[in-house]
C-alpha cells in the first residue's frame, strides 16, 4: 500500500505528537505545581522538566493553569521549606 503525501503528514503529525518528548494534559498537570514553584524560585528548569515546559508553550489551557498556580504560590508567599 502507498500512502498519499496527505496521509504521511497526517501520520507524521501523530508521530509528533506522540514522541517520548512530549506529554499530554495530564502528564502536565501532574508536575505543574514543581514546575510553578520552581518559575517562582527563579530556579533553573531541570532537563527532566524540559517536557513540561515544550508542552506549556503549545497549549493555553495548561498555560492558563500554570498563572493561575504562579498567582495562587505568589499570594501565599510561604517560606522554602
Ligand atoms: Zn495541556
Redesign the pocket.
Known sequence: MTLSNEQLNILMKIVEGTTADSI??DG?FGRIAEFAELELAHKTIPEAMDKVRN?LQN?P??QDELNSLLDALASKQEPPA
Open positions: 499530554d494534559c502536565c508542552h497549549c489551557c495548561c
